[in-house]
């Protein structure tokens, strides 16, 4: 599969910044040569008011599909709450090819290869960094960025040179990191937090509905 990578906010589809990430790459693109087996793109317009940031491509979500949350438990979870919200539009089948759309909502990773054992590096996510803080700073209407676990969380700070020390982590807290932008945090939507009862439907239900009527209080 060839996708169009905007130079900006994308690595190359054969990115060697984190040579572990490039040789597991490689293994499942051996493996499984039908996978999207790359860095996964964004899903969403730039010209959204709510990104979205999850910490990496799931092996047998993103990384088989070739869109963020896609394939996955995690992405049942995510996109079922996006369109109670109204942030998507059409049906989610699972695939990059099911035609569903973001509608005022962005999503992308940390780290934007999959990582053994679900696991980045320290190194491994501040070699992503830059994409991260060039595609924030490249979108015009952003008021929110919604982190899924606290090393998204830690991840966005530091992309936007805030001290962590003043944003502790916690599910359904805001942050003013300035007067048009708010950090929002949740539990990653993962099978594991929710087989743990971490994270139910509901807690996260309710950080989108704070988001929703966030959004709706700031003008474009």
């Known amino acids: 599969m060839i996708l169009p990578y905007p130079v900006l906010f994308e690595p190359e589809p054969n990115c060697q910044l ?10 499942w693109r051996s493996e499984e040569p039908g996978w999207f087996n790359a860095p996964v793109p964004s899903f969403g ?9 999850g910490l990496a491509p799931g092996r047998r979500g993103a990384n088989r599909t070739g869109r963020p949350f896609t394939g996955d438990f995690a992405g049942d979870l995510l ?3 996006l369109q109670k919200f109204d942030f998507s539009r059409g049906e989610y089948l699972k695939s990059c090819q099911d ?13 934007r290869c999959v990582p053994p054992q679900n696991k980045p590096t320290g190194p ?23 982190a899924l676990g606290s090393l998204s969380h830690n991840a966005i700070l530091t992309a936007l040179g805030q001290k962590r020390s003043n944003y502790k982590f916690s599910h359904a ?6 007067d048009d ?24 239900e309710l950080v989108f509905e704070k988001i929703r009527n966030l959004i709706k209080t700031k003008p474009v």
Not at 45 to 53: E, G, K, P, W
Not at 173 to 178: A, G, I, K, Q
């Open 18 to 27: 984190c040579p572990r990430l490039s040789d597991f790459r490689n293994k």
């Open 45 to 53: 317009n730039l010209d959204a008011q709510l990104l979205i940031v």
């Open 79 to 81: 996109y079922a709450t």
């Open 99 to 111: 035609k569903l759309t973001l509608v005022n909502c962005r999503i992308t990773n940390a780290v």
């Open 124 to 146: 491994e996510i501040a070699n992503c960094r830059d994409f991260l803080f060039r595609e924030i700073t490249a979108m015009p209407n952003l008021r929110c960025i919604l």
């Open 173 to 178: 807290e805001f942050y003013n990191l300035t």
């Open 181 to 204: 932008l708010v950090l929002a945090d949740s539990y990653h939507c993962s099978r594991y937090n929710t087989n743990t009862r971490r994270l139910s439907t509901e807690m996260f």
